[in-house]
């Protein structure tokens, strides 16, 4: 595996941006703008529950693929480097093992 792929994919979506490629569906999700974006990311995210739903990890696997890709672009569209995404990951990373507490509920009150 490629542990760069999201830096790669990152790279192409940019470059898609920067110098349009007739035919390309990057270039259409650019041209269509943000809220065809956000359409395919909430369509994509629900495409991912139901592959998780269904117990299929080959579904499973393209769709989060499908999704992570769609992120991508809205990520570039709103100018969010991938790489405070992957810096934010990796603070967040250095947090596990602080346990939250959990708030007791009395259900007899």
Known sequence: ????????????????KA????????CYLFEKGLDK???KVGE????TIIAAKNGDNEELKNEISD?????VVMMHERGLELTDVLAELDARS?????????KVVDRNT
């Open 44 to 47: 994509e995210c629900a495409e």
């Open 1 to 16: 595996m490629n542990d760069n792929v999201l830096n790669e994919l990152y790279a192409v979506v940019a470059d898609r």
């Open 67 to 71: 999704l992570l890709y769609h992120l």
């Open 37 to 39: 974006i956000l359409k």
């Open 19 to 26: 110098n349009p490629e007739e035919g390309s569906y990057t």
């Open 94 to 102: 250095k947090k596990i093992g602080n346990l939250k507490t959990m």
